[in-house]
C-alpha cells in the first residue's frame, strides 16, 4: 500500500459545481451514466438504446464488436441515427478483453468512419492510439471526443504507475482518459480515485471486479467523468458493473457530491446485504448527504487505515469482521468490549478516531423478547419473558456472542453450540454458560420450551438448502431465531414452525440494529416507521 494513497481528499475541483437536473430534483455532480449496449444485431441495439433513454442514462457505449453481421457503412450510420442518446463508439479488440478477433486496419477504419458520421464519443486502446492518430491525419471532428483507454486485467499498479499511465494516455492525443484496473483488496481503488482527484483531464478511473464496486459509485464524488450502469444485472461489458437502476435507485448517484460523507457495510460475503436499501431510502428521506455502499473487506485494519479521511464517516460490520473490528477502534463502547465484538464504527469528524459499538445484541434480543410475549400473549410485563428460560446460541462468532451476552443479562441460562467445542467453551467460561459442539446439538434435550438462537451464516443465500440443526431436533424448542435474513425464511425457521415453535427472523434483527446504528450516523432519531416499510417489501 503506497503511504500517498491512504489520505483521501474531500473533494475534486472538477466535481465541486453542483449541475441541474431535469426532473428529480438536485444533481450534486456532472458525472456520466453510460450503459454499454451489447447485441448480435443492429435491430436489438435500437431496442436497447430506447430502453437506456427510458431508464435514465446519459449515453450509449454501442460495443460494436458484440455485432455478428457488420457492416460498417451502413450499420454505424443506422445506430447514430437511431439513437436517442449522445454515443461511444467501441470496437474492443479480444487482446484488450472484447471479442474482436480480426485485422487492426478495418478495425480502426470503422472507429475513424463513427467518428465521420457523427458519434459523440470513440474509445481507442492506448496500445494503438499512436496508429489511430496516423490514420486520421488531423482530420478529426470537432464534436467527437477521443477517450484513450488502459484496462489492466491483473492488479492496480502503483499511484507513481498510474500516474505515468496518466501521461501516456493524454501523449497520446485523449480528449478523456480512461484508466480500468482489477482490485485484488478494496484497497486498491484508493489509488485510482487519489488519481482522478487530482487529474487535470477529464479522467474516467473504473476498477473492476467485485471489490472495485465502489469505483464505480464513489467516482461521483472524486471528479470522475462517466460511470457504466448496465441495463439487467449479470449482463455486464466489464466485471463488477452495476445496473443503472441500482446506480440510481439504490445508491442515489445523482446527489452524490464532493461533500457527500460515506457509509458503508463491511462484510465478506457482503453483496447480499439490504443495508444500503434501507440506509440509502433513509437518508435521502432524512435530507442527509450521504450515500451507503457495499464494502466487500478482506482485512478490515487494511481497509480502515487506507480510507482514513473524515468523509468515509461509518461503517456497519458483519460477518466475518466483527471481532477484528473491536481491535481497530481507538475506543470501545463498554457493553461491545465485554461481548468483545463490534458491529458499527463511527468515525469521530473533529479528529478521525474510530469508535467502536455494538447494536446486535439489542436489535436481537429485543425481536426475540417481541416473538415470545407474542406467543404467550403477554404486554410488557415487568421483567424479560427470557428471565430463567434456557437459551441455545449456534456460533461463537461476533453475533454470537452478541446473543449470548444479552441473553445472559436478561436472566436466561446460556449454552453456545459451536462446531467446534474449545470456541464453544471459550464463549461460555466468558458469560457464564455451557457448552457443547454443534453434533451433539442433535441429542440435547435436557427440557421443554427453550429458545434456539442460530447466528451463523448457516442457510444463507446461496446455500438455502442448509440447516445447522435437523427438524427432528427442534421439537423442544418453544421459539426459535434465524440471524440470516436472505432468505427472510430459511430452512431451519420453516422447519421450525412446522415442528410447532414460535419463530422470529433475523429481518426483525436487522431493522432493530440498524435503528440504532442510523442515530450513531447521523445523531438525528431514527424513521423507524420508515425502515418497517422500506423493509416490508422483502
Not at 66 to 93: A, E, G, Q
Not at 117 to 122: C, F, K, Q, R
Request: hydrophobic share 40%; proline share 5%.
Amino acid at each position: 500500500m503506497d503511504s500517498a494513497s491512504n489520505v483521501l481528499l474531500a473533494s475534486s475541483p472538477s466535481a465541486a459545481a453542483a449541475v441541474g437536473m431535469g426532473s428529480g430534483g438536485v444533481r450534486r455532480n456532472p458525472t456520466l451514466i453510460c450503459t454499454p449496449i451489447m447485441a448480435d444485431s443492429v435491430d436489438k441495439m435500437a431496442i436497447l438504446m430506447a430502453e437506456a433513454k427510458s431508464v435514465g442514462a446519459d449515453l450509449v457505449e454501442i460495443r460494436l464488436d458484440s455485432l455478428k453481421d457488420f457492416n460498417p457503412n451502413s450499420d454505424i450510420k443506422t445506430l447514430i441515427l437511431h439513437s436517442p442518446l449522445p454515443t461511444l463508439f467501441t470496437y474492443r479488440p479480444m487482446w484488450e478483453g472484447g471479442q474482436y478477433n480480426g485485422d487492426e486496419k478495418p478495425r480502426l477504419d470503422a472507429l475513424r468512419l463513427a467518428m465521420e458520421l457523427g458519434a459523440d464519443y470513440i474509445d481507442v486502446e492506448l496500445k494503438v492510439a499512436h496508429e489511430f492518430n496516423e490514420l486520421l491525419r488531423g482530420n478529426k471532428p470537432g464534436k467527437c471526443k477521443l477517450i484513450v483507454s488502459s484496462h489492466n486485467y491483473e492488479n492496480t499498479p502503483s499511484v507513481e504507475e498510474l500516474g505515468n499511465l496518466v501521461a501516456r494516455i493524454q501523449a497520446a492525443g485523449a480528449d478523456i482518459v480512461k484508466i480500468a484496473t482489477t482490485a485484488l483488496d478494496i484497497s486498491d481503488v484508493a489509488r485510482i480515485f487519489q488519481i482522478t482527484v487530482h487529474s487535470q483531464v477529464p479522467i474516467i478511473g473504473l476498477v473492476m471486479g467485485e471489490r472495485g464496486l465502489i469505483s464505480r459509485i464513489l467516482c461521483a464524488k472524486f471528479g470522475g467523468y462517466l460511470t457504466f450502469g448496465t441495463l439487467e444485472s449479470g449482463v455486464v461489458s466489464a466485471p463488477g458493473q452495476p445496473t443503472i437502476k441500482d446506480l440510481l435507485d439504490l445508491y442515489n448517484f445523482r446527489l452524490i457530491g464532493p461533500d457527500t460523507k460515506v457509509f458503508g457495510i463491511i462484510g465478506k460475503p457482503v453483496g447480499h446485504s439490504k443495508s444500503p436499501v434501507l440506509f440509502n431510502e433513509a437518508f435521502k428521506s432524512v435530507g442527509i448527504n450521504g450515500v451507503y455502499v457495499h464494502l466487500l473487506v478482506d482485512d478490515i485494519a487494511r481497509f480502515l487505515q487506507t480510507y482514513s479521511s473524515t468523509d468515509f464517516a461509518g461503517f456497519s460490520c458483519t460477518i466475518p469482521h466483527k471481532e477484528d473490528a473491536a481491535k481497530c477502534c481507538d475506543e470501545v463502547h463498554p457493553v461491545a468490549k465485554s461481548i468483545g465484538a463490534v458491529n458499527c464504527i463511527i468515525r469521530r469528524q473533529n479528529d478521525g478516531k474510530l469508535f467502536g459499538y455494538n447494536t446486535d445484541y439489542v436489535g436481537a434480543i429485543s425481536a426475540i423478547e417481541e416473538g415470545l410475549r407474542a406467543s404467550q400473549n403477554v404486554s410488557n410485563t415487568v421483567g424479560s419473558p427470557l428471565a430463567g428460560k434456557l437459551f441455545v446460541v449456534i456460533g461463537a462468532g461476533g453475533a454470537g456472542k452478541a446473543l449470548a451476552y444479552g441473553a445472559k443479562e436478561k436472566g436466561a441460562r446460556v449454552v453456545i453450540a459451536n462446531r467446534t467445542y474449545e470456541r464453544a467453551k471459550v464463549l461460555a467460561d466468558i458469560i457464564g454458560g455451557d457448552a457443547i459442539t454443534l453434533a451433539d446439538l442433535e441429542n440435547f434435550h435436557p427440557e421443554d420450551g427453550m429458545i434456539l438462537a442460530n447466528t451463523t451464516s448457516i442457510g444463507m443465500q446461496p446455500k438455502v438448502d442448509e440447516t445447522p440443526v435437523s427438524k427432528n431436533a427442534l421439537r423442544s424448542y418453544s421459539l426459535v431465531f434465524d440471524a440470516v435474513y436472505t432468505p427472510k425464511i430459511t430452512r431451519l425457521l420453516r422447519e421450525a414452525e412446522e415442528s410447532g415453535a414460535k419463530i422470529v427472523t433475523g429481518l426483525e434483527m436487522f431493522i432493530g440494529q440498524a435503528y440504532e446504528q442510523f442515530e450513531r450516523f447521523t445523531e438525528l432519531p431514527a424513521p423507524k416507521e420508515l425502515f418497517q416499510k422500506i423493509m416490508s417489501k422483502y
